[in-house]
């Protein structure tokens, strides 16, 4: 740049120099013509006036020989009629090779004045009559190699003052585009550091001219930008830590599922890191997560959400979002079910156990209306005994009402189950004995005699109740047997049938209804399990089942204990 | 001769008023409180009707079941409450 500039410079500087010289030139060769023109009319004269005081032809010849020495000039005499009154050779010029001498001589003797310049004014020439004692005609010739000298040397200077002019101008130039390409680079610079993001130099005008302008508007848009900057780094910071917070997996991918972004969550639910700028993993077997991510950015994507299991006992819920038309960044978000997924399954297992539980009663109570109303008051046997039945059912519609209250109030934290110590032993030789003609034993080992569990009275009759009348159907009448064991800090309470147990395929299965609670499977071992499920977890208590065919079933609830010094002495 | 029914459901609080109800229509009825022993009574003597809880202990009718038997037997139908009029 400085270079162009110093070479323009230098170029005008030229330019400009040339027509200088040509019109100074053409000037003082002019005037130097008049000078030398001026010069010869002079002598032409001075020696016309000697000339006329002189008085014989020797004296004439002697005085143009003098003048012509003195003035470096040729001087030829004719007379009135022609002829040369001097030689024809005069101060080494022979005036016969003037190509205008015979005009200049016809001229004078005439009469008249010329003064030519010929010979592409080398040569001035003079003509003038002679009047007084010698009338005749004056030629005066001045060859000028003075004036020739002095053209050249005008040129010579011209030509080196152009020279001093290029060079000055261009070394002018040179510093003048040294300076303005400075400036112009602080500004670059300046504006080379914001491209790069760096907002913090400021840029100071130095003088208030255009550059300084532009130096004053990148200096406010450098301002302008850093404080949008920092108000989207700001965005960006809250946004990263509300994403943090979730309990979604938030992930960001681009076109080739390169990872943009992706919470700890996310990290946690993919069981793999997500690292910024590594490609999307594929942690399941079942499922493939970047085939899932990758239709996300076909044309016709839309938002959309899918239920996977990726692995067998987790549901995820994966919502999918398309870049917008502009983005190109498109957002998965992961989210667990599992647990939501469990517990709508318990609620509604729990309510369609709770309903079927009421059932019965019922159905008995209705049963035995009916038949008291058919007859069977009028005969004090038979009615006693239906009104029996009624009195029991109603006691175990109000019992297990009373227990769903509770649950229902636990669930919805409405009331929590508040717990106290519960003497273990009194209770199950009650329930045993309510239970009637089955053959029920209640066992306590050594150290348990006076084992009392933390719990809520009735949640846990009704619980073990269940669990008795459920083993008591398996049994098909044989022996149940109540057993409660301390076991550090805890006890434990078996329910253990004789009966011909469940096969190991079935066990599972009970399991699973009373830990993954299938709704739909509700029917057969499960009837009032739920409750009891619910009710020993409301209690903060375990539940466990074990069978073998052949050998029974036993049902397993630990609670925690309330140490008693003395049964433990 | 009578009608013979067999009444199998393990809740004897409901066999006992619904056995009532049928005998007093003029039914002979026999009663069990599990599947097993629904099946040696069945195996031994010959009935004309069979009221069948669809979930019992030792005997899952409804694994083996069609969905008409269901409808028919499952304790979710309001017939066993007229067992009379079956």
């Given at each position: 740049m400085r270079w162009w500039l110093a070479l323009a410079f230098a170029g005008i500087a030229a330019l400009t120099a040339i027509a200088v010289a040509q019109v100074f030139g053409a000037r003082s060769e002019a005037a130097i013509r008049e000078r030398a023109r001026d010069l010869t009319a002079g002598s032409a004269v001075t020696a016309a006036l000697e000339i006329s005081n002189a008085t014989s032809v020797e004296e004439i010849r002697s005085m143009v020989a003098d003048l012509?020495?003195?003035?470096?000039?040729?001087?030829?005499?004719?007379?009135?009629?022609?002829?040369?009154?001097?030689?024809?050779?005069?101060?080494?010029?022979?005036?016969?090779?003037?190509?205008?001498?015979?005009?200049?001589?016809?001229?004078?003797?005439?009469?008249?004045?010329?003064?030519?310049?010929?010979?592409h004014g080398r040569l001035v020439t003079a003509a003038l009559p002679l009047r007084g004692n010698n009338p005749g005609a004056l030629i005066a010739v001045a060859r000028r190699p003075d004036?020739?000298?002095?053209?050249?040397?005008?040129?010579?200077?011209?030509?080196?003052?152009?020279?001093?002019?290029?060079?000055?101008?261009?070394?002018?130039?040179l510093v003048v585009a040294l300076l303005i390409t400075r400036r112009i680079r602080r500004v670059g610079a300046a504006a080379a550091r914001i491209e790069q993001g760096n907002f913090d130099h400021p840029l100071e005008p130095l003088f208030p001219d255009e550059l300084g302008e532009l130096a004053v508007t990148i200096d406010s848009?450098?301002?302008?930008?850093?404080?949008?900057?920092?108000?989207?780094?700001?965005?960006?910071?809250?946004?990263?830590?509300?994403?943090?917070?979730?309990?979604?997996?938030?992930?960001?991918?681009?076109?080739?599922?390169?990872?943009?972004?992706?919470?700890?969550?996310?990290?946690?639910?993919?069981?793999?890191?997500?690292?910024?700028g590594e490609q999307l993993p594929d942690p399941w077997p079942l499922f493939s997560f970047r085939e899932a991510a990758s239709s996300m950015f076909e044309p016709s994507a839309t938002a959309h959400t899918m239920h996977v299991r990726p692995v067998s006992d987790r549901t995820y819920a994966i919502t999918l979002l398309p870049p917008r038309a502009a983005a190109s960044t498109g957002v998965v978000v992961l989210t667990d079910v599992s647990e939501r997924e469990r517990r709508e399954r318990a609620e509604r297992e729990f309510v369609t156990n709770a309903a079927h539980e009421l059932r019965t009663p019922l159905a008995a109570i209705a049963s035995a209306v009916e038949v008291l109303q058919g007859g069977a008051k009028e005969q004090p046997a038979d009615r006693d005994r239906f009104l029996e039945v009624v009195e029991r059912q109603t006691t175990r519609l109000t019992n297990l009402a009373q227990a769903l209250l509770t649950l229902a109030r636990a669930q919805t934290r409405a009331e929590s189950i508040?717990?106290?110590?519960?003497?273990?032993?009194?209770?199950?030789?009650?329930?045993?004995?309510?239970?009637?003609?089955?053959?029920?034993?209640?066992?306590?080992?050594?150290?348990?005699?006076?084992?009392?569990?933390?719990?809520?009275?009735?949640?846990?009759?009704?619980?073990?109740?269940?669990?008795?009348?459920?083993?008591?159907?398996?049994?098909?009448?044989?022996?149940?047997?109540?057993?409660?064991v301390e076991e550090d800090g805890h006890v434990r309470i078996d329910v253990a049938d004789e009966g011909p147990g469940i096969r190991a395929t079935d066990v599972e299965r009970v399991f699973?209804?009373?830990?993954?609670?299938?709704?739909?499977?509700?029917?057969?071992?499960?009837?009032?399990?739920?409750?009891?499920?619910?009710?020993?977890?409301?209690?903060?208590?375990?539940?466990?089942?074990?069978?073998?065919?052949?050998?029974?079933?036993?049902?397993?609830?630990?609670?925690?204990?309330?140490?008693?010094?003395?049964?433990?002495? | 001769m009578s009608t013979r029914v067999l009444l199998v459901d393990d809740e004897r609080d409901i066999v006992a008023p619904v056995s009532y109800a049928l005998e007093q229509e003029g039914f002979e009825v026999r009663s069990a409180g599990d599947g097993l022993a629904a099946l040696d009574l069945a195996r031994a003597e010959r009935y004309d009707v069979v009221v069948l809880d669809v979930v019992l202990p030792g005997l899952e009718i409804c694994?083996?079941?069609t969905a008409a038997a269901r409808a028919w037997l499952t304790n979710r139908t309001d017939r066993w409450q007229r067992p009379g009029a079956g």
């Open positions: 012509a020495a003195s003035r470096a000039v040729s001087l030829f005499v004719l007379d009135a009629k022609g002829s040369f009154v001097t030689p024809e050779r005069s101060h080494g010029f022979a005036v016969r090779a003037l190509p205008n001498f015979a005009e200049l001589r016809s001229t004078a003797l005439q009469g008249r004045r010329t003064v030519e310049t010929i010979d004036l020739e000298a002095a053209l050249g040397i005008v040129q010579k200077e011209i030509v080196r003052a152009a020279l001093w002019a290029v060079a000055i101008s261009a070394v002018v130039g848009m450098r301002r302008r930008l850093r404080t949008s900057f920092e108000e989207l780094e700001g965005e960006r910071d809250r946004l990263e830590r509300l994403l943090e917070q979730l309990q979604e997996g938030v992930i960001a991918v681009d076109r080739e599922l390169t990872v943009e972004f992706a919470n700890s969550r996310a990290h946690q639910l993919v069981g793999s890191t997500v690292a910024r508040r717990l106290e110590p519960v003497p273990l032993v009194p209770m199950l030789s009650e329930i045993a004995e309510n239970l009637g003609d089955a053959e029920i034993s209640v066992s306590v080992d050594a150290h348990a005699t006076d084992s009392v569990a933390l719990a809520h009275r009735e949640l846990l009759r009704q619980a073990l109740e269940n669990l008795a009348e459920n083993a008591l159907k398996h049994a098909s009448g044989g022996r149940l047997t109540f057993r409660v699973d209804r009373f830990y993954r609670a299938d709704g739909s499977e509700v029917d057969g071992f499960g009837i009032g399990l739920a409750i009891v499920r619910e009710a020993i977890a409301g209690m903060e208590g375990t539940l466990s089942i074990e069978s073998r065919p052949g050998t029974g079933t036993t049902v397993s609830i630990v609670l925690r204990s309330v140490t008693n010094g003395r049964a433990r002495a | 694994r083996v079941d």
